[in-house]
Each structure stands twice: as structure tokens, then as C-alpha cells.
């Protein structure tokens, strides 16, 4: 028995090593020389490993949270371009979901007031505020992939923000193709109203819910970079509020709620432009295509880099 396994495994082994004698021998020709192809191809395979190699660690690596009040800063100023969008159409805000929930009390109030104070329908206002509420929160639950991913981990940033991305681009092709001219001149009667118009209304809402999440757990002094009440009672009870230097958590969150005024402030100035709803639509889907740029170059976390590295020690 002891004899017949040592034979099989001293013919394992000497077919392995023909097998390897074979392989190292096809980089060689006749005369004894290198061959060029063979060489080349294994070169190319190596450096193809190693170029995925580099590029899975670099998209799993961690940003660095130092650097992430900027990107913010900017989301913020997506925050109020989307939103002065959303209420112009249809008086409600794709991002600001507390005035929308407060709205919908309001609606259902109503229908146990007597007339002429009280209705007896469900509004198209009320309706696409029950859309854009409702989508909001189908969008912020998409965060839950990225609690399996990981919350800070450059894949996911990328690839949520270019969710967002799509469903911006769905929800301007819905709002441009719903043939409406997206500027509401009276509460009574908004725009959006048709299905196309309210599925651009609630595919927008979704993208401001993913980017709350994101935002969030990047752990900015801006928090969700979407809803503003956090930051002014954060900001008017900051230590450093009067202090005559530079200090994050104060500055932030000035440039955050600047961000939000300037953003809503050229999205209707845009709008009621030759640019029109549609081009202003199709602006913030650049906005962000940039945003996507941004987080694909932001620096690493030092742990990661150093954790990414080949460790010396044997």
C-alpha cells in the first residue's frame, strides 16, 4: 500500500513538473532563444492583473472624511438648484420633506372643515405632495446598500451618486415629454399634473432621498446637505460662532446654507429663460456628472492607503 501511494504521487509530481518544464519551455524556440510573442503575452497578462488589481483596491478604498466638507458644500448647492425646480412647477419641495409632511396634515384637516374652508377631494396639490413624499423615502432606502458595501467606501459614493444621476436623467425625459411648461402661476392650478409630469416629480424626490443618506454618512457639519433646520440651530449655537478665525463646523455650514440660497437662486433664474424648465433640468444632471467626478479623484483615507499597500514583513 505505503509502496503503490508513493509511486502514484512520484507520477503526480512528474506530470506536474512536465506540465511546468512545457509552459516554461513555450516562451523558447528551437534555437534555445526567448521567444518574443510568448514573453509579450505574459507581460500583457501581468500587467492586466495587476492594472485590476489596482483599480478594485483604488474603488473599495475609503475616502477620507477630512476631505469632505467641500463635496458637501456642493450638494448643497444641488439641494436648492433641485428644489427652486420642484416648487416651481408644483409648489412643493423635492428635498424639504418636513414643510411636505406639514402640508399633507393640512390637506386631510381640511376635509373636516365645513365649506367653503374645507374640500372633499384629494388635491393635485395634495397628490404630488403624497408623490414626492413617498419617493424621497424609497430613495433614502436605497442607503441600506450602501450599509453592506460601505458607507464611505469610494464604490458606493460613485455608484449612488450615479443612480442619481440616471434617475435625474429619467425624471427630465418625463417632465419634457409631459408637454407642460413647468412654472406654475397659481397654487390651484400647478404644473406636473399630468402622470408624466408627477413621475419627474417623484423619480427627482428619489434622488434628493439617496443623496440625504450619502451626506449623512459622510458626517459633514452639513449632515444630509438636504434639509437646513439642523444646520441653523447647529450653527447659532457653535462655540466658535463669533470667533475671528477659521473654524469648520461654523464656516461649513455658513457656505452650506449660501449654497442652497445661490443654487435656488439660479435654477429660477434659469428657468424662466430660454433655457426653460427642460434646460435647467438638463443643467443639474451636469451638476451631477461633476459631483460623480469629484468623488472618483477625492483623496483616500490614510489608513486605507497604507492597509492597500503590500506589507513588507514576511
Not at 419617493?135 to 442607503?143: D, E, M, P, V, Y
Request: net charge positive.
Amino acid at each position: 500500500m505505503i509502496s503503490d501511494s508513493s509511486a502514484s504521487g512520484h507520477q503526480a509530481r512528474k506530470g506536474s513538473s512536465a506540465t511546468l518544464t512545457h509552459d516554461t519551455l513555450t516562451s523558447y524556440n528551437r534555437s534555445g532563444n526567448p521567444n518574443p510573442e510568448s514573453l509579450g503575452q505574459c507581460l500583457d497578462d501581468n500587467e492586466d492583473r495587476s492594472f485590476r488589481r489596482r483599480i478594485k483596491s483604488y474603488s473599495q478604498a475609503k475616502v477620507d472624511l477630512n476631505a469632505v466638507n467641500l463635496i458637501c458644500v456642493y450638494a448643497c448647492f444641488i439641494t436648492g438648484f433641485t428644489n427652486a425646480i420642484s416648487f416651481s412647477a408644483c409648489y412643493v419641495w423635492a428635498g424639504f420633506q418636513s414643510a411636505n409632511v406639514a402640508n399633507l396634515g393640512l390637506a386631510l384637516a381640511r376635509t373636516f372643515n365645513p365649506l367653503p374652508y374645507g374640500t372633499r377631494s384629494f388635491l393635485k396639490g395634495d397628490q404630488q405632495l403624497l408623490v414626492s413624499l413617498v419617493s424621497f423615502c424609497i430613495g433614502t432606502s436605497l442607503g441600506r446598500i450602501g450599509e453592506h458595501i460601505g458607507s464611505t467606501r469610494r464604490v458606493w459614493l460613485v455608484g449612488a451618486t450615479f443612480c442619481q444621476l440616471l434617475l435625474a436623467v429619467v425624471g427630465t425625459c418625463c417632465a419634457h415629454f409631459s408637454g407642460e411648461k413647468g412654472i406654475a402661476l397659481d397654487r390651484g392650478d400647478p404644473s406636473w399634473a399630468s402622470p408624466m409630469g408627477m413621475s419627474a416629480l417623484g423619480l427627482i424626490s428619489a434622488s434628493m432621498g439617496l443623496q440625504g443618506i450619502i451626506g449623512k454618512r459622510l458626517g459633514s457639519p452639513m449632515n444630509s446637505t438636504v434639509v437646513l433646520t439642523t444646520t441653523w440651530v447647529e450653527l447659532f449655537n457653535d462655540p466658535f460662532l463669533f470667533a475671528f478665525r477659521y473654524a469648520p463646523s461654523r464656516d461649513v455650514r455658513i457656505g452650506g446654507i449660501l449654497a442652497v440660497f445661490v443654487g435656488a437662486f439660479c435654477s429660477r433664474g434659469l428657468i424662466a429663460t430660454k433655457c426653460g424648465m427642460t434646460g435647467t433640468l438638463g443643467i443639474m444632471i451636469g451638476l451631477r456628472g461633476l459631483q460623480i467626478v469629484w468623488f472618483c479623484f477625492m483623496r483616500e483615507e490614510k489608513s486605507s492607503v497604507e492597509s492597500s499597500e503590500p506589507s513588507s514583513k514576511v
